[in-house]
C-alpha cells in the first residue's frame, strides 16, 4: 500500500535561514512524488514534483527537493525562508505502476513557522 | 490561481439534510478528482472521473455520496442525508492526462459544517 509520512507536526525556523520539511514515502512501484502548500482557508497550491531524472527538483517560490530511492525520501528546502512562507506543507505520491492512475497520497502535514 | 472554481466556499447544514458542491475544472483539463481534508490532517481521495467516466471510488465514499460529471467538465458531490462526521473540507482538482506524472491544481475548496 501506498502512504506518506511527515515525520514533523511543526518546523520553527528564523528569517533568512534555511529550511527543511521531511517526507518519507512507501509504494511498490517507482513514486511520483509532489509538494503542495496551503494557506489559511484555501485550497492547496502546487509547489514542485519528482517523476524522473534529476534528484534535485526545483519549484516555485525558491524551494527545491531531493529524491532520495535508498532512503525513499524527498524533503523539501528552502536557502533562505522568508515570513510569507509560514504556512502548511504538504507531501503526496503516486505509484507510477498504479494502473488506475488518479489518486495522490498525503502526507498529515508539517506546519512551516518562520520568525523574524 | 490555479483556475479550478468551487461553489459554495461555504455550506453550513443541519444533520440529515442533503448537501450539493459544484467543482469547474480548468478548461483542458480531462481529469477531476474529489478530495476530503479534515482539521489537522492531509487530503484523503474520494472518488475522480476521466471526461464524463467515474474510474475510481474510495471506499471513504459510502452510499451517502455520489458525484457526477455529466458531460465531462463541470463536476457535482452530493450528501445525502448528511452526519456531522462529514464536517470537512471538500476540495475538487482536476488535471490533464500525461502518463502518471501529470500535476493536480486544486480549487479553494467547500468547507461543510453539518450541526
Known amino acids: 500500500a501506498q502512504s506518506v509520512a511527515q515525520p514533523e507536526d511543526q518546523v520553527n525556523v528564523a528569517e533568512g535561514n534555511p529550511l527543511t520539511v521531511k517526507c518519507t514515502y512507501s509504494?511498490?512501484?517507482?513514486?511520483?512524488l509532489f509538494w503542495y502548500v496551503q494557506y489559511p482557508n484555501r485550497g492547496l497550491q502546487f509547489l514542485l514534483k519528482?517523476?524522473?531524472?534529476?534528484?534535485l527538483v526545483k519549484g516555485s517560490y525558491g524551494f527545491e527537493a531531493e529524491f532520495n530511492k535508498s532512503q525513499t525520501s524527498f524533503h523539501l528546502k528552502k536557502p533562505s525562508a522568508l515570513v510569507s512562507d509560514s504556512a502548511l506543507y504538504f507531501c503526496a505520491v503516486r505509484d507510477s505502476t498504479d494502473n488506475q492512475g488518479g489518486k495522490l497520497i498525503f502526507g498529515q502535514g508539517t506546519e512551516l513557522s518562520v520568525k523574524p | 490561481d490555479t483556475g479550478v472554481s468551487q461553489d459554495p466556499r461555504h455550506k453550513i447544514t443541519k444533520r440529515g439534510q442533503n448537501v450539493t458542491f459544484r467543482c469547474d475544472p480548468i478548461s483542458e483539463h480531462n481529469r477531476l478528482y474529489w478530495y476530503r481534508q479534515t482539521l489537522g490532517q492531509g487530503p484523503e481521495f474520494l472518488t475522480y472521473?476521466?471526461?464524463?467516466?467515474?474510474?475510481?471510488k474510495s471506499r471513504l465514499l459510502s452510499d451517502r455520496f455520489s458525484a457526477e460529471r455529466p458531460k465531462g467538465s463541470f463536476s457535482t458531490l452530493e450528501i445525502q442525508r448528511t452526519e456531522q462526521g462529514d464536517s470537512a473540507m471538500y476540495l475538487c482538482?482536476?488535471?490533464?492526462f500525461g502518463g502518471g506524472g501529470e500535476t493536480q491544481y486544486f480549487g479553494p475548496g467547500t468547507r461543510l459544517l453539518v450541526l
Open positions: 519528482y517523476i524522473t531524472g534529476d534528484n
Open positions: 482538482a482536476s488535471s490533464a
Open positions: 509504494v511498490s512501484g517507482n513514486p511520483y
Open positions: 472521473f476521466q471526461n464524463e467516466a467515474q474510474l475510481e
